[in-house]
């Protein structure tokens, strides 16, 4: 048997980051049992589905490197596989599960339903549907829809009865009959439920496995129910752990950013996402959180996927983003950083500034965990409206609290710029070697250590506290932007 396995999203909002670890781990189990992944999207509600979140689907999958054999964009021999685009074949199912009477017309409108389900929930019994329509006649029935009565159609869920199922993750998984309501399959304006779209979906497309969140385990003996009525192969099923906040709540807005487009923009690589959704329910071994994507692929196995909560923690996959940084190649990193510099300068980067990017970028890529922090440590370059970080400017130019410590404080920077203008002009070759040796020498004749004497010239120089190693920085900056911003900085003292 060829594994076949699918991602279903619905465009109703951006691609969740649950989302995107349940199609990673599809995505996983094909490519490490050679089977087919499929990309399909559940569109069936116009009113929320946009196109906007279609793209996003298909952006953040490629992003990840999940690439998907059969599916939207790709092709293959089911269509579209958008499920607006399969409106006939669901109405063509529940045709046949009409005539067979394992599905009926409901007439009970929704006022109706709700004063039953009030009544019942006071009297302690089940809220679920109670099956008032499916003794009627089912003649009756057609003439009354023929006729235009509004009507659902739902599923004539065998009773007494309890439907068993092996899930690779959770093990014997029971559910007793009297617990499932007979569900709507049709809505009364023609539309599907997901419970039949779904599920004609993965029989007509031959899928062997879902694999999917366990907040959809209550949904699983409805669909094996319906495709044992449609007379199909019930696929087996693997339901993913939640995922939780690490404050072991489920994960929601409130623990930051939920949308795989979040940590796209935000400076994260995608390697790195990869690896750390990889950890969310599964791991490589009990010694290693970093690994490769072969690795991955050679190793993973949905019977070792945990049945507890995964907790998806901000701050390990930031430090995890800071590894592979630091992992890439120079040249790579500064092709992948400079889209975040252009971005926050508002235009391309000439060619000499890139060289200038290029030249600190193996320092720079020493000292960041996500791609956005580069702009804020190298537009100090790039920038032409060269500002100072009003913060940095009162903490390292003016320190004293008092007006006679800070001017007298103030009074001793000045010195200290004017003699580094003095040592740097007379620099020979303007390289860091050079240059660390004059600052040096200047620090050893005002007797000052290297954190209180080159930390002014810093933030005269980048506008910042923070910033790449001074002497390089002073290289790449050039002799003469160099002395005019020091220049600058002791007349605004």
């Not at 044992?228 to 409130?254: E, Q, W």
């Not at 390990?316 to 092709?335: C, H, Q, S, T």
């Not at 007006?403 to 020979?428: C, H």
Request: aromatic share 8%; proline share 5%.
């Amino acid at each position: 048997m060829t594994v076949r396995v699918r991602i279903a999203p619905s465009p109703t909002g951006f691609l969740h980051v649950g989302n995107a670890r349940a199609a990673l781990f599809n995505w996983l189990y094909a490519r490490h049992t050679g089977g087919t992944f499929i990309l399909r999207i559940d569109d069936t509600d116009p009113t929320r589905s946009e196109k906007e979140y279609e793209d996003d689907v298909l952006v953040g999958l490629e992003w990840m490197g999940l690439d998907w054999d059969e599916g939207v964009e790709v092709g293959g021999p089911h269509g579209t596989y958008r499920q607006s685009d399969r409106l006939d074949r669901y109405a063509e199912v529940a045709g046949h599960l009409l005539a067979t009477g394992d599905a009926y017309y409901c007439f009970c409108t929704p006022a109706e339903l709700d004063e039953r389900r009030k009544e019942a929930q006071a009297q302690g019994r089940p809220p679920g549907y109670d099956g008032r329509c499916r003794v009627l006649d089912p003649a009756e029935s057609v003439r009354r829809e023929e006729q235009g009565e509004a009507a659902v159609v739902r599923l004539a869920v065998p009773r007494p009865g309890v439907t068993v199922f092996e899930d690779i993750v959770r093990d014997e998984v029971r559910f007793d009959h009297g617990s499932i309501d007979d569900f709507v399959l049709v809505r009364s304006d023609g539309s599907p439920t997901y419970h039949l779209a779904s599920t004609v979906d993965d029989i007509d497309y031959g899928i062997t496995h879902v694999v999917r969140g366990e907040d959809l385990l209550s949904s699983t003996p409805k669909h094996i129910l319906l495709t044992l009525a449609m007379r199909g192969s019930v696929p087996t099923y693997a339901h993913l752990p939640l995922l939780f906040g690490p404050d072991g709540k489920k994960l929601s807005k409130r623990h930051g950013d939920v949308s795989l487009k979040a940590y796209r923009q935000g400076g994260y690589l995608p390697e790195a996402m990869f690896n750390y959704m990889c950890l969310l329910g599964w791991s490589y071994e009990a010694e290693t959180t970093v690994f490769t994507r072969d690795q991955a692929i050679e190793r993973f196995d949905l019977a070792a996927v945990s049945k507890n909560a995964a907790v998806f923690d901000p701050e390990k996959l930031e430090w995890m983003n800071g590894v592979y940084i630091r992992g890439l190649d120079p040249a790579d990193f500064v092709d992948r950083a400079i889209p975040f510099v252009e971005d926050e300068l508002g235009r391309e980067l000439s060619g000499a500034e890139r060289e200038q990017f290029a030249g600190l970028g193996p320092l720079v890529q020493e000292r960041v965990k996500l791609l956005t922090e580069v702009p804020r440590m190298m537009s100090f370059i790039f920038d032409v409206a060269f500002s100072y970080d009003e913060k940095s400017w009162r903490k390292v130019m003016e320190a004293e609290t008092t007006p006679d410590a800070r001017d007298s404080y103030r009074l001793a920077v000045r010195k200290l710029l004017e003699a580094a203008i003095d040592r740097l002009t007379a620099v020979g070759e303007w390289e860091a070697a050079a240059i660390e040796a004059a600052l040096r020498a200047m620090l050893d004749e005002l007797d000052l250590k290297a954190g209180k004497g080159l930390q002014p010239i810093r933030v005269a120089t980048t506008g910042s506290a923070v910033s790449p190693p001074l002497f390089e920085t002073l290289e790449v900056l050039g002799r003469e932007v160099t002395l005019d911003r020091l220049q600058a900085a002791r007349t605004r003292l």
